[in-house]
């Protein structure tokens, strides 16, 4: 009980240093931060979405890239249909992303392991593919934006508005992810990653419960490609790539599977990481894969568990 | 007394080996039913099939008057079929309480839907009394918040018939519940079992000889994928046929 109310006070002071951040950055003429900073928080959004999927559901995934790209790519096909409001695109690209992922784990969830890691890759793979080929979709050049989405009575065009609607996301599906972990459905998806068969002998609807995970994962993945879309100004195929997938499995690994804050504290280091190199080497790619490697080997429940942050799976 | 339970005429076979072939059995509500055979003559395979984690080639599956031939292992416990498995198969990082709550949770006609996501689970007391009554049920109350990892292996097989018991089936399969044990173990279990008669239907696989004459109401003999007896557990002792097939060696 105390450990979970330090816990949640430390989280506040978080919060609240996350929220002022923007505006310390503006006094002191440092805008260009607040732009990666909303990068980091989009894709802490995204890497916490697949870790759900990875560590809560214990289905490891290889192709989370086709739903940020969803997202991404209803986000910017709606704006050139000229529907700029993000109450039409982010809800429908959610809606997307989630028939899709309920379709794609239809199929995938028939198998596992690497069979699982493959079949999500291949299908996609397949919707990069597809994507690419369509004229309307902007091709290999992608889609951009005209403007960024309309979030009446937000206005997003300000740099320090995105910023504030990424945080306020991102820490809605930590508290989400928090009262999940506890609830019920929390308790069925432990039991599954320690013991697929006995759940399915006490009756539990084992390809049921890992769908509804791997397709929530997939929509929270969705809006936080409608976010990055807005942010980058543009859909483009590489958020669809198989890369992309890899380098969110990547965060979630750095950050610490099934750590509530894994795919937060992953996304923060890589792309922190990556800023702070490009500025020193060419070759920042290859300390990234140092740095990974380490974490692998030395700590393998990731930064989370180097923290000391609490174990939520088990 | 009416079957609750009944197979017929069911096959399966293995590449050229047929694991079941034929098998006609019935199980009758409130019983417990042995089932026995020298190793290979397909009683696992035959759990397997009745239990739903492997579908028969041909023949018949019915429980309470319908046919579940088809159904998945899943909806087969919710009509009330759960099994037990041979080798231990709890949750080693989950505590006892959480393993039985777990069990208890399953339970969607008593306890509705594990598609929750926002109430904390732990807050479901009804849910958690049950669960505890179960582990005091067999002798387990005092380790409720002991990893399942971290407890013997005779207490783990007592978990085990815990959690399959509370999923409240109307016919309990047990696979080897003896597996393993030590004699102590094995008595506290054996009567365990024993205290399940009359109130739970038990189709009972044990190699265990002792145990199985002095605890069934009804005995059946599967040889090479075949009934070839079953009745009362005199009659079976003493059958002609069954006694060819141990060699007269086993049967106590």
Known sequence: MKASRRESSLEMVLLGAALFLPFALQAIGEDYYIGLATRMLIFALAATSLNFIVGYGGMVAFGHAAFFGIGAYVVALLMEQGIASAWIAWPLALVTATLAALAIGAVSLRTRGVYFIMITLAFAQMIYYIVISLKFAGGDDGLPLAQRSALVPFDLASDTVLYCVSLALLAASLLALKRLAASRYGHALAGLRQNEMRMEALGYPVRRLKLVCFAAGAALASLAGALFANQNGMASPAQLYWTQSGMLLVMVILGGVGKRYGGVLGAVALLGIEEILARITEHSHFYVGIALLAVVLFAPQGLAGLFGLRARTR | ?252
């Open chain 2, 1 to 252: 007394m009416s079957p609750i339970f009944e197979a017929i005429a069911l096959k399966r076979h293995f590449g050229g080996l047929w694991a079941a072939n034929g098998v006609d059995l019935r199980v009758a509500e409130g019983e417990l039913h042995a089932l026995i055979g020298p190793n290979g003559a397909g009683k696992t395979t035959l759990i397997h099939l009745i239990s739903g984690g492997l579908r028969p080639d041909s023949g018949r599956l019915l429980f309470d008057g319908a046919d579940i031939t088809r159904l998945s292992m899943h909806a087969r416990v919710a009509r009330g079929i759960t099994r037990s498995y041979q080798i231990t198969q709890v949750f080693p990082r989950l505590t006892l309480l959480e393993n039985a709550r777990l069990a208890v949770q399953a339970r969607r006609r008593d306890f509705g839907t594990s598609f929750r996501f926002w109430r904390p689970a732990a807050a479901d007391y009804p849910m958690i009394e049950e669960a505890e009554e179960w582990l005091g049920r067999v002798g387990l109350a005092e380790k409720a918040g002991t990893l399942a990892g971290d407890i013997s292996h005779g207490e783990q097989r007592a978990l085990e018939l815990a959690m399959a018991l509370a999923t409240r089936p109307r016919m309990l399969l047990l696979d080897e519940p003896l597996a393993g044990m030590g004699p102590e173990e094995s008595e506290h279990m054996a009567n365990l079992i024993a205290s399940l008669k009359g109130e739970q239907t038990v189709l009972l696989v044990e190699h265990d000889m002792d145990i199985v004459f002095r605890l069934a109401d009804r005995v059946s003999v599967l040889v090479a994928g075949r009934i070839i007896a079953s009745g009362a557990p005199e009659e079976v002792r003493t059958h002609e046929e069954v006694r060819r097939a141990y060699l007269g060696d086993e049967l106590p």
